[in-house]
């Protein structure tokens, strides 16, 4: 069911795995897909059998929380007993920013950051419309063979062939995120800073996964902060949580 701010979860066919160094630390062909009050983005749960719990030890002070310990690393707080749902362990993602196991596989495709809800689309379309990107009234990208995406919740993302931008107007940074519908972004940001435009306003997917093959290499700017021309009108700026970068 749709995430709506409540406790839900449903059954996953899915095989899940996840990894520390070279130690399976979850293997569950039976997990469930959870969604936590104010928490929009979902998380598995496991039968406490499909966990090697012989990794785990009592977090200090937190009752059904625990340590994870592999290869003499330990990592506090690392697995919880979920406490709606009896019989079943959480793994944490992350503590701190910092990954908890290193890799996250459901089948054989390896997954990031959290897993995909499957009540959130992403459509990346190739079209024919007109788009022009504008920063500063100079013109960053113009493109008749853009691929639009259709992400639930966000704005449409137009990205743009690269041959169709203006590079000597942007300059890459070391910047990089991930993101569990479309793999990892490279990053980049005006070599002339234009008051208003933040750092990083612009991003690629070089090595997308499969279901986002078609924005491969092309480029999208942030509608939030620059001008988007789409077949002569002008779009409104939208407001997002990526507004207050």
Same mark, same amino acid.
Not at 26 to 38: F, I, Q, R, T, Y
Not at 160 to 175: A, I, K, M, N, R
């Given at each position: 069911?749709? +995430?709506?701010?409540?406790?839900?979860?449903?059954?996953?066919?899915?095989? !899940?795995? @996840? !990894?520390?160094?070279?130690?399976? !630390? $979850?293997?569950?062909? #039976?997990?469930?897909?959870?969604?936590?009050?104010? +928490?929009?983005? &979902?998380? +598995? %749960?496991?039968?406490?059998?499909? !966990?090697?719990?012989?990794?785990?030890?009592? #977090?200090?002070?937190?009752? /059904?929380?625990? /340590? =994870?310990?592999? /290869?003499?690393q330990t990592l506090p707080d690392a697995a919880f007993v979920h406490p709606r749902l009896p019989g079943h362990l959480s793994i944490a993602w992350f503590r701190h920013a910092v990954p908890v196991l290193d890799h996250w596989y459901e089948e054989e495709e390896e997954i990031f950051v959290h897993p995909r809800d499957p009540y959130k689309r992403v459509d990346p379309i190739p079209s024919?419309?007109?788009?022009? $990107?504008?920063?500063?009234?100079?013109?960053? %990208?113009?493109?008749? %063979?853009? $691929?639009?995406?259709?992400?639930?919740?966000?704005?449409?993302?137009?990205?743009? &062939?690269? @041959? /169709? $931008?203006?590079?000597?107007? =942007?300059?890459?940074?070391? *910047? *990089?995120?991930?993101?569990?519908y479309k793999g990892e972004a490279s990053y980049w940001s005006l070599r002339e800073p234009v008051e208003g435009v933040p750092a990083d306003v612009a991003w690629a997917y070089h090595d997308p996964i499969p279901a986002a093959a078609p924005i491969k290499d092309h480029v999208a700017f942030y509608n939030e902060f620059v001008d988007i021309i789409v077949d002569g009108v002008k779009e409104e700026r939208p407001e997002t949580v990526f507004s207050k970068r």
């Open positions: 069911m749709p +995430y709506d701010g409540t406790f839900n979860w449903e059954p996953s066919r899915r095989w !899940v795995r @996840g !990894v520390k160094g070279g130690t399976t !630390v $979850v293997d569950s062909k #039976a997990p469930l897909l959870v969604w936590e009050p104010d +928490y929009p983005v &979902p998380r +598995y %749960a496991f039968p406490i059998e499909d !966990v090697r719990t012989d990794l785990l030890t009592p #977090a200090k002070d937190r009752p /059904d929380h625990f /340590d =994870l310990t592999v /290869d003499g024919s419309r007109h788009v022009r $990107v504008e920063i500063g009234g100079r013109v960053v %990208a113009d493109t008749r %063979a853009p $691929v639009l995406l259709y992400e639930t919740g966000l704005p449409t993302r137009y990205y743009v &062939p690269p @041959g /169709d $931008v203006d590079f000597s107007l =942007l300059e890459p940074t070391d *910047s *990089s995120t991930r993101c569990p």
